[in-house]
């Protein structure tokens, strides 16, 4: 099975299929703490970060008329969108944890430091962006039922939310259902946030990381990267 096949008939259980258990975390301190240092570096291998932008590069200019507004969720001091990014998209917000790493990022022109997993809620009002980005950090957040329900809010008619999952992570920060499943269920799994919202047609799913490599489920390329995708229903 690849990437592009999980979700194509996904057998979803009637009801949400994840416990509180499954979304709890090694580390269940304050991520104020873990993340109060900057890190100015990238945590996925240079061409999986390469193959995102492209893949941004190609997505990004296909909207219609006005120029879309992009929100990128759990940002740092770069969202990975291309160099001319500014010529076809117009309002660009990144939120994320830390100060210091928002205000490098020159990819966005606003910026909010939050905590999603202390409050989903995301700060915006209804139908403010046309896309939403998340550059492989979903896995650390601990609401992400209710988090995608407010990308489905802030969602524009017709908007799409795309995210992006890699085979690293900071296991004390991810949360046990990421840890216990391999990279093609984690495809599903995010596909599934998706789908018990509600609130968005059918995800779908594409790798894009170069030279592809599967063993059992689990991509043996340090450049993996997939991009699960959903268009919200409004």
């Known amino acids: 099975m690849k990437v592009e096949d999980v979700l194509t008939n996904p057998q979803w259980p009637s009801e949400f299929p994840f416990s509180a258990s499954d979304l709890k975390r090694q580390d269940e301190s304050t991520d104020e703490n873990f993340y109060a240092q900057p890190r100015f570096c990238f945590h996925v291998d240079d061409k999986a970060v390469a193959s995102l932008t492209d893949y941004y590069a190609e ?9 879309p507004a992009v929100l990128d969720l759990c940002a740092s001091h770069v969202s990975h969108f291309p160099e001319d990014v500014a010529e076809y998209t ?37 139908n403010s962006f046309d896309i939403v980005t998340n550059a492989v950090s979903i896995d ?60 968005f047609k059918p995800p779908s799913a594409t790798e894009v990381g170069p030279n592809p490599v599967w063993v059992m489920g689990q991509s043996q390329n340090i450049a993996y990267l997939s991009v699960v995708r959903a268009t919200v229903d409004k």
């Open 140 to 199: 650390y957040l601990t609401n992400p039922l209710e988090i995608c329900k407010e990308v489905a809010r802030v969602l524009k008619p017709g908007g799409c939310a795309m995210f992006a999952l890699s085979n690293r992570c900071f296991p004390t920060k991810a949360i046990d259902l990421w840890l216990k499943t391999n990279d093609l269920e984690h495809v599903y799994t995010v596909g599934s946030y998706f789908h018990y919202t509600g609130m």
């Open 59 to 67: 997505e990004f200019p296909k909207w219609k008329g006005e120029k």
């Open 90 to 126: 117009g309002r660009r917000v990144a939120l994320g944890m830390n100060k210091e790493e928002l205000e490098e990022n020159k990819q966005v022109n606003e910026f909010v430091v939050k905590d999603l997993n202390d409050d989903p809620t995301l700060p915006f009002e209804d």
